[in-house]
Every structure is written in C-alpha cells, then in structure tokens.
C-alpha cells in the first residue's frame, strides 16, 4: 500500500537558518502530494500541496517540488523564524477516495 | 463558517466503557474522514464518507469502533469497552470532493481520549 516516510525529529535551528525536512513516498501513480502543519495547541493546517509531478508547491516562505524520478516531496524555507515552530507532516492522498497517508511527523522547534 | 468542530474536546474513561464523539464538519462539505493520531505519530485513516454513505474502512476499525453520519451532515464514532490501547488523539476532516478533485482536507481540533 501508499507510504510516506519522512525525516525524524526533532529538528533545532537557530532563527534564519535554512530548513529541509526530507519527505519520500511509495505509491502506485501519482498522488497528489501535501505538507500540513501543527502548530502548538492547534488542529491540523494545510501548509502547501502539489498535485502533479515537477510542480511546486509555496506558502508562507516554504517550498516543496514533487520529484517523480526521486518519489520525493521534500520541504524547504531560507529562512526560519521562531513562529515557525511546529510540528511538519508530508502526506499522500489516494486517488479513490481521498483519504491521506501521513508520515510520523517532524518537530521543529526554531531558537531566537 | 466556523470550520470543522467536535465534541466532546477530551474524554477520560475506564476501561471497558463506551464512548462516542461527534463531528461537525463544514456545512457544503460531502465528504467526512476520522482519522486517529498516536503521541509522536502522523494521523491514520480510519473511515470516511460520502454523504451518508460509509464508503471505506481501515483493517485498523476493530469490530468495537463504528461510525456513523445519518443524515449526510454531522458524524458520530463510537467505540466499545474501550482498551487501553484506544488512547488517542481522533481528528475528523471535511472536504467538498468528487473523484479527482484537488480540494483541501480541513480539521478539527480532535477529540482526546485516555483510557484509564
């Protein structure tokens, strides 16, 4: 079955470092591919998605391209800050019926 | 619009009880997923529905859990003489889908569940 397997937390930064968080998937076709965000205390937010390969995905400072060659999605900002502290999680959708496959889940936690 | 809601936000209950959350999802939405969340874990598909109509299940919905949305709106999970290991965080989501759509998941804030 579908799969996302994601880089284990946590991850420390100092404010305005680089961040990636590496996000891979097993799939069969092309699922539509997604990273949500938990802020402290907070549901579950939608952060950026790509819905086919070689697209990108951009909000709030964050990128991620859908890589078909390399089945990866993975997550990027220049430069961090401390409110970007959270927990990131990549997702899969089935085409069927919709239902996400997340990964575990990769803390963050950004140092002033 | 207020969002996806649920009810109760936390319950704490004894082994072998029964309980059941509700979900309210955003009003135009047809489609309604349960997910459940362990501590330092990504949420697992449980069910979703189409309207009313209970369209998958996960092998991970023991004969205990059921779920329920009888009128196409809200949507109810119970679960029977929980265990210990029903301890969880369950997140419903909502979204206006057809098959193919790109449309966005949105959640809930989850209901917590402690099973003493």
């Known amino acids: 079955g579908n799969s996302v397997t994601q880089m284990e937390g946590p991850v420390t930064l100092s404010e305005e470092a680089f961040l990636t968080i590496n996000c891979t998937y097993t799939a069969t076709g092309y699922p539509s591919l997604f990273w949500y965000v938990q802020y402290p205390g907070e549901g579950l937010q939608l952060l950026l998605k790509a819905t086919k390969a070689d697209d990108k995905g951009s909000n709030k400072g964050f990128e991620a391209t859908y890589r078909k060659e390399t089945t990866s999605f993975h997550l990027e900002k220049g430069s961090v800050q401390v409110s970007d502290s959270a927990v990131y999680f990549c997702a899969s959708r089935d085409n069927q019926g919709g239902k996400l496959i997340f990964g575990q889940g990769t803390e963050l936690s950004v140092k002033p | 619009d207020t969002g996806v809601s649920q009810d109760p936000r936390h319950k704490i209950t004894k082994r072998g009880q029964n309980v059941t959350f509700r979900c309210d999802p955003i009003s135009e939405h047809n489609r309604l997923y349960w997910y459940r969340q362990t501590l330092g874990q990504g949420p697992e598909f449980l069910t979703y529905?189409?309207?009313?109509?209970?369209?998958?299940k996960s092998r991970l919905l023991s004969n205990r859990f059921s779920a329920e949305r009888p009128k196409g709106s809200f949507s109810t999970l119970e679960i029977q003489r929980t265990e210990q290991g029903d301890s969880a965080m369950y997140l419903c989501?909502?979204?206006?889908?057809?098959?193919?759509?790109?449309?966005?998941?949105?959640f809930g804030p989850g209901t917590r569940l402690t099973v003493l």
């Open positions: 989501a909502s979204r206006q889908g057809a098959k193919g759509s790109y449309n966005e998941q949105f």
């Open positions: 529905f189409q309207n009313e109509a209970q369209l998958e």
